[in-house]
């Protein structure tokens, strides 16, 4: 009985650890490589940059009518 429980517990434990080593595969991504292969990444890289390029733009001349405008309401309440 204790052989059989001894060997039941050795084979368990061997499929657990197996299990174990197969299951925990760790596999990396190189951005540099995919970048550099497939032309719709570079295209669509480009497209993102000129979006991004253009929302600074509309930021800064909001920032600026808000800045414009902020003046205006000071000038205005001094007046009152």
Do not use: G
């Not at 052989?3 to 657990?16: N, V």
């Not at 800064?60 to 001094?78: G, Q, W």
Request: aromatic residues 16%; hydrophobic residues 40%; glycine residues 0%.
């Amino acid at each position: 009985m204790k052989l059989f429980q001894l060997l039941f517990f050795i084979i368990t434990f061997s499929i657990l650890i197996s299990y174990n080593a197969y299951s925990q595969n760790v596999e990396f991504i190189n951005n540099e490589t995919i970048r550099e292969k497939f032309p719709e990444f570079q295209h669509a890289e480009k497209r993102i940059q000129s979006m991004t390029e253009e929302w600074k733009l509309e930021i800064s001349a909001i920032t600026s009518k808000i800045d414009s405008l902020k003046f205006e309401i000071e000038i205005n309440t001094s007046k009152w």
